[in-house]
């Protein structure tokens, strides 16, 4: 099992940036895909960048693409995301997922999540 914890959230203006960090806990977390998902009041979690377990792949969702970075250091057992560019339709709450099995970009495929952390992009 993999126990993940988000940091990094907070409220920025538009057109900062912020890193977001998901430390994890737990054997064998270089086999793990990672991801990245948000989700906004009221609306359906969303995909917006996962990573290979030994970190030379990553996605992204069409809204995130060159401005948020996925990466992954798997000797500290953490995943960042890098946002940049940030806009206010990218405030949600952000989660960290993992997935030993295989990477997707449903959420339903996750097998661990972390609790989330606030992200709010002010205008």
């Known amino acids: 099992q993999v126990q993940l914890v988000e940091s990094g959230g907070g409220l920025v203006q538009a057109g900062g940036s912020l890193r977001l960090s998901c430390a994890a806990s737990g054997r064998i977390f270089s086999r793990y895909v990672m991801a990245w998902f948000r989700q906004a009041p009221g609306k359906e979690r969303e995909f917006v960048g996962s990573i290979t377990s030994s970190g030379h792949n990553t996605y992204y969702a069409d809204s995130v693409k060159g401005r948020f970075t996925i990466s992954r250091d798997n000797a500290k057992n953490t995943v960042y995301l890098q946002m940049g560019s940030l806009k206010p339709d990218d405030t949600a709450v952000y989660y960290c997922?993992?997935?030993?099995?295989?990477?997707?970009?449903?959420?339903?495929?996750?097998?661990?999540w972390g609790q989330g952390t606030q992200v709010t992009v002010s205008s």
């Open positions: 997922a993992a997935d030993v099995s295989y990477g997707s970009t449903n959420y339903r495929a996750y097998d661990y």
